[in-house]
């Protein structure tokens, strides 16, 4: 029998908007561990970091540092 992990969404979980388009930043953990950083397109995209991070906040900061270094596009996939 398989443990189920309890996920734990950051209350910093939102949508970021720059130039025009928007994507979802979840910040969540499992079991207690570091957090993860997800960023989901409107497309349905998912760009998951290998990173964890050892706040939510250090989590969100990233993802607002990629729009701002690379642009939200970096963050957004072909329609499916």
Not at 27 to 43: A, P, Q, T
Not at 57 to 80: C, Y
Request: aromatic content about 6%; hydrophobic content about 30%; proline content about 2%.
């Amino acid at each position: 029998m398989e443990d189920e992990i309890d996920i734990e969404m950051s209350s910093l979980c939102q949508e970021l908007t720059d130039d025009g388009k928007t994507v979802q930043v979840d910040v969540y953990r499992g079991g207690g561990s570091d957090w993860h950083l997800e960023v989901v397109d409107e497309f349905g995209n998912s760009t998951v970091w290998d990173d964890q991070f050892p706040t939510d906040q250090e989590a969100l900061n990233e993802a607002k540092a990629t729009i701002r270094d690379e642009g939200i596009d970096s963050l957004i996939g072909a329609p499916s």
